[in-house]
């Protein structure tokens, strides 16, 4: 079955220190990835994508992910955080045999001053 | 560009009663979704529309929910009648097409079944 994990429910991260969000996938074919944050009572944002080429992908606010095909993994990283990086942040992975947008169960990132 | 609109933003019933959410995609943004989220818990895709056509309700309760996209444009998600595991934060979504195109979510509807 295809899925995504996100294996932590919440990360802490002093403010000015880089964080990272991880994210592994399970799709079949060559996989689309995707970041998505959400603040408090809004709907989903996207931050970026992955779709081939370069494996470090730059997006949104600063944020990068990198994509390691061996270990099946797109994790979301940023040089320094910032307490307004404090939000759920959501991976998906959208299978490009079928087109089926899986998405992971979201991690808390908390971001303290 | 306009964002995705969606009304009420949240909404109180009591079980059994019925409820309708409205939304209005960006123009131009062929696909259209619907998305259940339980807190804690990531989206679930209820329904997915092409242009007016249906491409996925594999995880629609059909015997509860309805969904319709008139025209092509916006859209309604009905809940007929609601149970109390209906509350939940229902998300629409559009994207222009089915492919590697980002979703863009608007707000989204809170319900509450009491």
């Known amino acids: 079955a295809q899925s995504v994990a996100q294996p932590e429910d919440q990360v802490n991260v002093a403010e000015g220190n880089p964080l990272t969000v991880k994210c592994t996938y399970s799709?079949?074919?060559?996989?689309?990835l995707f970041w998505y944050v959400q603040y408090p009572n809004r709907g989903l944002q996207f931050l970026l994508k992955?779709?081939?080429?370069d494996n470090l992908v730059k997006g949104s606010y600063g944020f990068e992910a990198e994509f390691n095909k061996s270990q099946t993994s797109f994790h979301l990283k940023k040089p320094s955080a910032l307490v307004s990086d404090s939000a759920l942040y959501f991976c998906?992975?959208?299978?490009?045999?079928?087109?089926?947008?899986?998405w992971g169960a979201g991690t808390k990132l908390i971001i303290k001053p | 560009e306009a964002g995705v609109a969606q009304s009420p933003r949240y909404k109180i019933i009591e079980k059994r009663q019925s409820v309708a959410f409205w939304c209005n995609p960006i123009s131009g943004h062929a696909t259209l979704y619907w998305y259940q989220q339980i807190l804690g818990q990531g989206p679930k895709l209820l329904i997915q529309?092409?242009?007016?056509?249906?491409?996925?309700d594999s995880q629609l309760p059909k015997d509860r929910f309805s969904a319709e996209r008139l025209k092509g444009v916006d859209s309604t998600l009905k809940i007929q009648p609601a149970k109390l595991e209906d509350s939940a934060v229902y998300l629409c979504?559009?994207?222009?097409?089915?492919?590697?195109?980002?979703?863009?979510f608007g707000n989204g509807t809170r319900l509450t079944v009491t």
């Open positions: 992955y779709i081939t080429g």
């Open positions: 998906a992975a959208l299978s490009s045999s079928n087109y089926q947008l899986i």
């Open positions: 799709v079949s074919g060559n996989p689309y």
């Open positions: 979504a559009s994207s222009l097409d089915t492919g590697d195109s980002p979703l863009h």
């Open positions: 529309f092409q242009n007016n056509g249906v491409v996925d």
